[in-house]
Structure formats: C-alpha cells, structure tokens
T-cell receptor, first 109, second 114 residues
Framework: KNEVEQSPQNLTAQEGEFITINCSYS?????LHWLQQHPGGGIVSLFM???GKKKHGRLIATINIQEKHSSLHITASHPRDSAVYIC???????????FGTGTRLTIIP | NAGVTQTPKFRVLKTGQSMTLLCAQD?????MYWYRQDPGMGLRLIHY???????AKGEVPDGYNVSRLKKQNFLLGLESAAPSQTSVYFC?????????????FGPGTRLLVL
C-alpha cells in the first residue's frame, strides 16, 4: 500500500532551535515534495527533490532513497516558521501525489 | 501575476444544493488539480486536468464534476451537496506532472454543507 508518514505530528520549540521534521514512505518514488501551509491556510511549495539535498535560506531538505526517508531541517528557527509542513510523494507508476497528514510546528519567542 | 485564485473563499450550502467552485491561473500552466483537505487527513486529489478540454478522476471523485473549457480555468461542481463534502478545497496548477514540476496552490475555499 502506498503510504506517507510524517513525524512528529506536532512540534513546539523555542526560537533559535534547530528543527527536524521527518517523512517516510512505503515504496519507490519518482519525487518528493515539501510544502508549507500557513496558519491562514495558504499552501506554498518549498522543495521538490528526488535525490540528495537542497537548501534554501534556513531550510534544508534531504532524501535517502534507499531508506525511503526524507527530512526537512530549519536552522535558527523563528516564530514566522510556525506552520504545518506537509510531505508529498509521487509513487512510481502513479500519476498523482500522495500527501502526508502534516507536522504542525510552533516556534515560541 | 495573481498566480492561482479561487472563488468563492467561503460558502455555506444546504444538503441537496448545487454550486460551482472556480479556479483560475495566469501562469499558462497545462496541469490543474482539485484537492480536498479534511482534518487528520492529507490532501486528496478529486479531479485533475492535463490540458484544455481534458479531465481525469483522482482519488475521491464521487459527487463532483469538473470542466476545463479554457486553459486558465478549472471548475469544480457539486450537483447535490452532502454534509460529507464539508471540507476545504484547494486548486493547484503546474507546468507538468507532479514529479517534474512544482505545484502552485490557490488560497482555498472553505465549504460547509448543512
């Protein structure tokens, strides 16, 4: 069964802390996406990756294809990083994206 | 560029009523998608379109219809609304398939069916 699991479901941290959000999937994929859903509801794509590592500002996304696992890291976290972070994958042979249920991140000043 | 816009932002329907949600994009994207988001569940694909005049079923298509008469617009219709269709609906668009292209999302439409 094609499944995407994220952990933790909820994460609260102090401003400045290093944040790690995890995504695991069940079978082979062609691509993995990380998205951010703002408290107001809007969804923004952060990264799309199929191997290795990508960095944008304080955000870093890594993927280990053999382990079927990806991580999203946030360095020097800030209250404006508070959002729901969603992992989505395209399983091999499947036209659609399968989404995880999201990780709700709260950064306390 | 406005990106992806959705109309309306919020709507309340009674069971059995019909309505149409409009999605518009100004990025000349070929692919457009309709998702629903429910508490405790990931986004689920309702229908999608790979180009003007084409539509295809997604994961949860029952109770919905779609049309893509113009490349920039993707309409989602509910012919006879049911309380189970209470949800937040997101439209998205992309140049190509999900494994090669970033999807751009609209702001969402919150629908309550009583």
């Amino acid at each position: 069964k094609n499944e995407v699991e994220q952990s933790p479901q909820n994460l609260t941290a102090q401003e400045g802390e290093f944040i790690t959000i995890n995504c695991s999937y069940s079978v082979g994929i062609s691509a993995l996406h990380w998205l951010q859903q703002h408290p107001g509801g809007g969804i923004v794509s952060l990264f799309m990756l199929s191997s290795g590592k990508k960095k944008h500002g304080r955000l870093i996304a890594t993927i280990n294809i053999q382990e079927k696992h990806s991580s999203l890291h946030i360095t020097a976290s800030h209250p404006r990083d508070s959002a729901v972070y969603i992992c989505a994958v395209r399983f091999l042979g499947n036209e659609k994206l399968t989404f995880g249920t999201g990780t709700r991140l709260t950064i306390i000043p | 560029n406005a990106g992806v816009t959705q109309t309306p932002k919020f709507r309340v329907l009674k069971t059995g009523q019909s309505m149409t949600l409009l999605c518009a994009q100004d990025m000349n994207h070929e692919y457009m998608y309709w998702y629903r988001q429910d508490p405790g569940m990931g986004l689920r694909l309702i229908h999608y379109s790979v180009g003007e005049g084409t539509t295809a079923k997604g994961e949860v298509p029952d109770g919905y219809n779609v049309s893509r008469l113009k490349k920039q617009n993707f309409l989602l219709g509910l012919e006879s609304a049911a309380p189970s269709q209470t949800s937040v609906y997101f439209c998205a668009s992309s140049y190509g398939l999900a494994d090669q292209e970033t999807q751009y999302f609209g702001p969402g439409t919150r629908l309550l069916v009583l």
